[in-house]
């Protein structure tokens, strides 16, 4: 378990903020995890990380502390591989509009995808990929509707 996700060289190596068509997903290692071939919404982020009870008290008040969150819904699938809370790693949030100003503030934004956008992606070598489809009620960014999501591996 000890080659991960790396968001940090993810980044540094593409020399973009966002992730598209050609983003190569580097690992902790500094290898390529997976290469991003296709992208109909042309940017997702990996820097504003996840959702949790406790960000979503402080964002959205005390009354949703016990509301899920994707934090929770990484340790119930890690827990699946034996793994713990200390084994989550910086996540993508695809097809989560996060602006960066120009001063580096950052905000969750309406998104800038449509519904049937897609991003396909080839694993360079083999990964663990653990998805949590947003549960988060609270946040206008999805109109308070959370969607469903699909998700094809191909072998």
């Known amino acids: ?12 190596a593409q020399g973009a903020a966002y992730i598209t068509t050609g983003t190569q997903l580097m690992s902790s290692e500094g290898r ?15 820097s504003a990380g996840c959702c949790s009870c406790e960000s979503n008290t402080v964002r959205f008040g005390h009354d949703t502390l016990y509301q899920h969150a994707c934090r929770e ?3 119930i699938e890690l827990s ?7 084994d989550i790693v910086a996540n993508i949030n695809f097809f989560m509009n996060v602006p960066i100003s120009p001063n580096g503030a950052m905000t969750v934004d309406d998104g800038i995808s449509s519904p049937g956008d897609h991003v396909e992606m080839v694993a360079e070598m083999d990964v663990l990929c653990v998805i949590s489809n947003c549960p988060q009620i609270n946040n206008p960014c999805n109109g308070f509707d959370p969607t469903p999501i699909r998700v094809v591996i191909k072998g």
Do not use: C, P
């Open 1 to 12: 378990f000890g080659e991960r996700y790396s968001s940090q060289d993810t980044l540094r």
């Open 32 to 46: 390529v995890m997976m290469t991003v071939t296709a992208d109909t919404s042309g940017r997702h982020d990996t």
């Open 73 to 75: 819904n990484f340790i």
């Open 80 to 86: 699946r591989h034996g793994m713990t809370k200390r």
